[in-house]
């Protein structure tokens, strides 16, 4: 059951948001949607999940449009930051009426991350602050059948613990339903071990769509002294450098050097820093 985007464009009078979009999502897998403020991703999945109209190109579902039918519509859900509902609804009675659309949502597992978030449900929306309300649609969009979650700035708002559990909790909710989940984020270094496959925006346009593992194996990073460290960057690509004091930390994609200096070390290439050097070029 793939779904795949089209040809998307979506034109604001004269501002393109979206040009010929072209991407795919493959059952069960969890993919990463990244870039940067105002590069087309929030545009993109309101398109994606029909909140928002497009203005060319076609989202398919196993072949089928998803504006078709209702039933293929259900396979898709969104949780952006965006509330739909009524704020002095409580949370019970929100996930009634999704009961009441989607059958199989996982009332169990809602109910046990209610606990672990140390949420109460019977709270109205409108009472909760905002960090609460993000874990309270997270909360939903974990528990949902369907086969396409998207999830816009999933932890925005979140403390620190809070969104390392709810990491934790997204792994979860993959083992006990695998389904696709799609996480649109700036927060790229504290997702990227959950993430199969990376797709780039860029100024409206897909720049890449890529294996994560194809990604961080397309480069390194070299830490030594000034002194060690930039002789050797004059013939390679970098991507980006930190320095501190005389140490050099220097992001670079190719082949690794077959001599490096003593005291040069080599460490694995960093997602962000592979991002930042793809939407900077």
Partial sequence: ???????????????????????????????????????????????????????????????????????????????????????????????????????????????????EFELDPKKRFKALSTGYRSIAKLIIALSMPSKYIFLDEPVLGLDAHHRMLFNKKLIEAYERNPRTFVISTHMIEEIAYLLEEIIIIDRGMVKQQANIEQVLNAGYVLTGTASQVEPLLKTLTVVNIDQLGQLISAAVLGELPTELPVGVEVHPLGLQDYFIHTTTN
């Fill in 1 to 115: 059951m793939s779904l795949k985007i089209e040809k998307i464009n979506k034109n604001y009078f004269r501002h393109a948001a979206l040009i010929d979009v072209d991407c795919e999502f493959l059952p069960e897998k969890i993919y990463g949607l990244l870039g940067r403020n105002g590069a087309g991703k929030s545009t993109l999945l309101n398109i994606i999940a029909h909140r928002i109209n497009k203005t060319s190109g076609e989202v398919t579902l196993n072949g089928d449009s998803i504006y078709s039918t209702e039933e293929a519509r259900k396979e898709i859900y969104l949780s952006n930051d965006e509330t739909w509902f009524d704020n002095g609804m409580r949370i019970t009675q929100l996930m009634s009426i999704i009961q009441k659309f989607h059958p199989d949502f996982d009332v169990e597992f809602a109910q046990a991350l209610f606990a």
